[in-house]
């Protein structure tokens, strides 16, 4: 019994030694498990249910102009955090920021009576005033704290506002290039992070733990604000004289793609668009918008035609009665009578219709629809805006005699504004087609260095540097002898090409006295420069044709934009053909130094206005040598003998 019982004991000491031994062993696994395997897991976990995170919203980058000028900038607009769990009487607390916030106690005291570690009053509490947040930080209410906040600020109103867009309560981009750059201009938020215990009081022996927002990237735009002032003046002016239902202009270089100006209305102010139809805001008209193009098609008619070698503008000819007859339709001038007897480079002055008709059946429609989407018609244009249309074409199977011919004076097809402005750039810059775009640099924001730039995207090349100056020659005469006469600006070569639009109304028919009238010029037209096309949707109590409308907007813009720009003035350019009721400039004569008495010979032409005391002239304004309407008024400064004598 008693050697039994010694096997037995020892037996079950070994036993237990094993079960001591594998306990050991899983234990240490264990715990090396949770050591090395999930400890941080577990460390994340545990600090989430102590830490309390105050966001710090990161800077949105700025927004400035190719010459460094801010368009968009931001202003320091703080949020309303709460704690919780801090909060120590809810009741008081949510009467206090009810009053500062104007919200009603109720909301206050749900929202700061939430389950959450952290919460920000939304939208109340979003974007304070200056006002509000010193009256949060005078009243030093346990568990709210004003995290540091900003709201965009447009110093300039509604300047450029359907190309910036503009952004929501939390700085995100909602359209225009703030919504299609969001990404690169919001950056990364950080937070300021603090621990504390189940009741929500502070550990004063654990740090805080501070995440420094990353600023978003300052944006340099290829627009010029000098340039887009310009537009946007004209586009004022035109829309207080003509009381249109819309109004377009852009500008562009055309040897680059780079956007210069771009501008329609109506227009809105970014920091107050909900207060604005959303037809006006979400529709940045010169890139949306599609309409037939009328005239200034025409180009890319006889951009087709000079490069198949089909016509000679000097001494091929062509008769226009009036009206020319396709497939049974009879298709008519926009003359009364037609043109009778001219050369092409007549037709292309004249904008004759059915001149351009023979052009495209000379052509045939596969050439000439091949030139169409080559010159970009049918397709985006890849510019960095939402909302690009691509227009409409016929589809070739479907383009008969009369689809051909309505196509080559630019009726029967639909396209955007930039397509044409992009097209016509490749017209007359050599042949080349590129593409158009806004963002020029990305810029850091603490250095200013360049940390991404642009290059100009060139697609393709469609006709040859012998077409292309065969085409600014022919735009050029167009402005000198023919219907663009008043984009004519004295001392540069100015091309460009009329156009007047039918509108398609609701029925499918053409609208009577509803028209788009347009204008496309570009200068110096030896080496052009600048590229500007405006419309004019349906402009009132005028005669609705581009040449009468738009092309006197132009030539505003193209002389102010030119000279803006230090572009030297041409002298070799074609003379300008003046017809009743235009008149030539006259040039200021220099009246310094001269008497009241010698005045007489100079108020032909010119009125004087005269300002201070004395027989002789001493200052003038403008200045002698410069070019001014006949009936322009000359400011002149009167002094004595002695004063002349000290100017000199």
Same mark, same amino acid.
């Given at each position: 019994?008693?050697?039994?019982?010694? =096997?037995? =004991?020892?037996?079950?000491?070994?036993?237990?030694?094993?079960?001591?031994?594998?306990?050991?062993?899983?234990?240490?696994?264990?715990? &090396?498990?949770?050591?090395?395997?999930? @400890?941080?897991?577990?460390?994340?976990?545990?600090?989430?249910?102590?830490?309390?995170?105050?966001?710090?919203?990161?800077?949105?980058?700025?927004?400035?102009?190719?010459?460094?000028?801010?368009?968009?900038?931001?202003?320091?607009?703080?949020?309303?955090?709460?704690?919780?769990?801090?909060?120590?009487?809810?009741?008081?607390?949510?009467?206090?920021?009810?009053?500062?916030?104007?919200?009603?106690?109720?909301?206050?005291?749900?929202?700061? +009576?939430?389950?959450?570690?952290?919460?920000?009053?939304? $939208?109340?509490?979003?974007?304070?005033?200056?006002?509000?947040?010193?009256?949060?930080?005078?009243?030093?209410?346990? @568990?709210?704290?004003?995290?540091?906040?900003?709201?965009?600020?447009?110093?300039?109103?509604?300047?450029?506002?359907?190309?910036?867009?503009?952004?929501?309560?939390?700085?995100?981009?909602?359209?225009?290039?703030?919504?299609?750059?969001?990404?690169?201009?919001?950056?990364?938020?950080?937070?300021?992070?603090?621990?504390?215990?189940?009741?929500?009081? #502070?550990?004063?022996?654990?740090?805080?733990?501070?995440?420094?927002?990353?600023?978003?990237?300052?944006?340099?735009?290829?627009?010029?604000?000098?340039?887009?002032?310009?537009?946007?003046?004209?586009?004022?002016?035109?829309?207080?004289?003509?009381?249109?239902?819309?109004?377009?202009?852009? *500008?562009?270089?055309?040897?680059?793609?780079?956007?210069?100006?771009?501008?329609?209305?109506?227009?809105?102010?970014?920091?107050?668009?909900?207060?604005?139809?959303?037809?006006?805001?979400?529709?940045?008209?010169?890139?949306?918008?599609?309409?037939?193009?009328?005239?200034?098609? #025409?180009?890319?008619?006889?951009?087709?035609?000079?490069?198949?070698?089909?016509?000679?503008?000097?001494?091929?000819?062509?008769?226009?009665?009036?009206?020319?007859?396709?497939?049974?339709?009879?298709?008519?001038?926009?003359?009364?009578?037609?043109?009778?007897?001219?050369?092409?480079?007549?037709?292309?002055?004249?904008?004759?219709?059915?001149?351009?008709?023979?052009?495209?059946?000379?052509? @045939?429609?596969?050439?000439?629809?091949?030139?169409?989407?080559?010159?970009?018609?049918?397709?985006? /244009?890849?510019?960095?805006?939402?909302?690009?249309?691509?227009?409409?074409?016929?589809?070739?199977?479907?383009? &008969?005699?009369?689809?051909?011919?309505?196509? *080559?004076?630019?009726?029967? =097809?639909?396209?955007?504004?930039?397509?044409?402005? /992009?097209?016509?750039?490749?017209?007359?810059?050599?042949?080349?087609?590129?593409?158009?775009?806004?963002?020029?640099?990305?810029?850091?924001?603490?250095?200013?260095?360049?940390?991404?730039?642009?290059?100009?995207?060139?697609?393709?090349?469609?006709?040859?540097? #012998?077409?292309?100056?065969?085409?600014?020659? *022919?735009?050029?005469?167009?402005?000198?002898? &023919?219907?663009?006469?008043? *984009?004519?600006?004295?001392?540069?070569?100015?091309?460009?090409?009329?156009?007047?639009?039918? #509108?398609?109304?609701?029925?499918?028919?053409?609208?009577?006295?509803?028209?788009?009238?347009?204008?496309?010029?570009?200068? $110096?037209?030896?080496? $052009?420069?600048?590229?500007?096309?405006?419309?004019?949707?349906?402009?009132?109590?005028?005669?609705?044709?581009?040449?009468?409308?738009?092309?006197?907007?132009?030539?505003?813009?193209?002389?102010?934009?030119?000279?803006?720009?230090?572009?030297?003035?041409?002298?070799?350019?074609?003379?300008?053909?003046? +017809?009743?009721?235009?008149?030539?400039?006259?040039? =200021?004569?220099?009246?310094?130094?001269?008497?009241?008495?010698?005045?007489?010979?100079?108020?032909?032409?010119?009125?004087?206005?005269?300002?201070?005391?004395?027989?002789?002239?001493?200052?003038?304004?403008?200045?002698? &040598?410069?070019?001014?309407?006949?009936?322009?008024?000359?400011?002149?400064?009167?002094?004595?003998?002695?004063?002349?004598?000290?100017?000199?």
């Amino acid at each position: 019994m008693k050697r039994v019982s010694q =096997v037995t =004991v020892r037996k079950r000491l070994v036993a237990i030694f094993i079960f001591a031994l594998l306990f050991f062993v899983v234990m240490c696994f264990r715990l &090396g498990y949770v050591q090395f395997i999930i @400890g941080d897991e577990l460390v994340q976990k545990a600090e989430n249910l102590w830490s309390r995170d105050i966001p710090l919203r990161a800077e949105r980058g700025e927004i400035i102009d190719r010459n460094g000028e801010v368009i968009v900038e931001n202003t320091t607009a703080p949020s309303v955090a709460v704690v919780p769990r801090q909060i120590k009487n809810p009741q008081e607390t949510a009467e206090k920021l009810a009053k500062i916030l104007e919200m009603p106690v109720k909301d206050a005291y749900e929202d700061i +009576t939430r389950s959450a570690n952290v919460w920000i009053i939304n $939208p109340e509490g979003r974007k304070l005033t200056d006002e509000q947040a010193i009256q949060i930080q005078e009243l030093n209410m346990e @568990g709210v704290y004003l995290a540091e906040d900003s709201k965009r600020y447009y110093p300039n109103g509604a300047f450029l506002s359907h190309v910036l867009g503009f952004t929501g309560i939390d700085n995100q981009g909602l359209a225009g290039i703030e919504l299609f750059y969001d990404e690169k201009l919001s950056g990364e938020d950080g937070a300021l992070s603090f621990f504390s215990d189940a009741k929500g009081n #502070k550990l004063g022996d654990i740090a805080d733990i501070y995440s420094e927002p990353k600023d978003g990237l300052d944006l340099k735009l290829t627009i010029d604000s000098r340039i887009q002032t310009i537009v946007e003046r004209e586009l004022d002016l035109a829309e207080a004289k003509y009381d249109p239902d819309g109004a377009i202009a852009i *500008a562009m270089d055309p040897d680059t793609g780079e956007i210069l100006a771009m501008d329609s209305r109506p227009n809105f102010h970014p920091s107050d668009y909900q207060n604005v139809d959303a037809e006006i805001y979400n529709r940045n008209l010169p890139v949306w918008s599609t309409y037939e193009p009328g005239s200034t098609f #025409k180009i890319i008619t006889l951009a087709a035609a000079l490069e198949e070698d089909l016509v000679n503008l000097t001494e091929d000819e062509f008769t226009d009665s009036g009206s020319i007859e396709v497939a049974g339709a009879r298709l008519r001038c926009w003359k009364s009578g037609g043109h009778g007897h001219q050369t092409y480079l007549e037709v292309v002055q004249n904008s004759c219709n059915p001149g351009f008709v023979s052009l495209g059946e000379k052509l @045939g429609k596969e050439k000439l629809f091949t030139y169409i989407k080559d010159f970009g018609f049918g397709e985006k /244009t890849g510019i960095d805006l939402h909302g690009e249309g691509t227009g409409i074409l016929f589809d070739l199977d479907n383009v &008969g005699p009369i689809e051909l011919a309505t196509t *080559a004076f630019g009726q029967g =097809v639909s396209v955007t504004p930039i397509q044409q402005v /992009t097209a016509v750039s490749a017209a007359i810059n050599g042949g080349y087609l590129y593409e158009p775009y806004v963002a020029k640099e990305w810029l850091d924001p603490v250095t200013g260095e360049v940390v991404e730039a642009t290059e100009p995207t060139m697609k393709r090349r469609i006709i040859s540097e #012998k077409t292309s100056e065969e085409i600014r020659y *022919a735009l050029e005469s167009v402005v000198a002898f &023919g219907t663009g006469g008043k *984009a004519y600006v004295e001392g540069y070569r100015v091309g460009g090409k009329t156009g007047t639009a039918q #509108k398609v109304g609701e029925d499918g028919k053409y609208m009577s006295n509803n028209h788009i009238v347009s204008f496309i010029g570009f200068a $110096p037209a030896d080496d $052009p420069e600048l590229v500007i096309y405006v419309a004019i949707d349906n402009p009132k109590n005028t005669v609705q044709f581009g040449g009468v409308v738009a092309a006197p907007i132009v030539g505003t813009i193209m002389e102010d934009s030119l000279r803006t720009m230090g572009v030297e003035e041409r002298e070799n350019g074609l003379p300008k053909e003046y +017809t009743w009721p235009d008149v030539p400039k006259v040039e =200021v004569p220099d009246l310094i130094g001269l008497t009241t008495k010698e005045l007489q010979s100079y108020l032909a032409n010119l009125d004087i206005e005269a300002k201070g005391e004395g027989e002789y002239i001493i200052e003038q304004s403008p200045q002698a &040598g410069e070019l001014v309407d006949q009936g322009s008024t000359i400011r002149i400064f009167l002094s004595d003998e002695d004063d002349v004598k000290n100017k000199q």
